[in-house]
Nanobody
Framework: VQLQASGGGLVQAGASLRLSCAAS????????MAWFRQAPGQEREFVVG????????LYADSVKGRFTISRDDAKNTVYLEMNSLKPEDTAVYYC???????????????WGQGTLVTVSS
């Protein structure tokens, strides 16, 4: 069982990117997928989470209104559409699965390898 994150890259401020996180199987015991990010020298922080079955989402205040999470159940894939990117969004973005939509990264059980997003000013 694996998570594969992709879609990162180098963009200018104001641009958009879409990240993908594909799961190799449906995680019936872990109904939530979330995105976290870690900037150089900083702690990993919660970005957004979604509950598969109900579509419930929780966004960090720093990305609310700019980032949108969505899912394709048939593909076991979650997407993170990032618009109006800012230099402070620069980080390695990780996807993870867990039982509940929470901000605490210790509550997530399986992590993808991360994809780097760099936003230049």
């Amino acid at each position: 069982v694996q998570l594969q994150a992709s879609g990162g890259g180098l963009v200018q401020a104001g641009a958009s990117l879409r990240l993908s996180c594909a799961a190799s199987a449906r995680f019936s015991n872990w109904p939530v997928m979330a995105w976290f990010r870690q900037a150089p020298g900083q702690e990993r922080e919660f970005v957004v989470g979604i509950r598969w079955s109900r579509g419930y989402t929780l966004y960090a205040d720093s990305v609310k209104g700019r980032f949108t999470i969505s899912r394709d159940d048939a593909k076991n894939t979650v997407y993170l559409e990032m618009n109006s990117l800012k230099p402070e969004d620069t980080a390695v973005y990780y996807c993870a699965v867990g039982p509940n939509v929470v901000r605490d990264d210790s509550k997530y059980h399986l992590w993808g390898q991360g994809t780097l997003v760099t936003v230049s000013s």
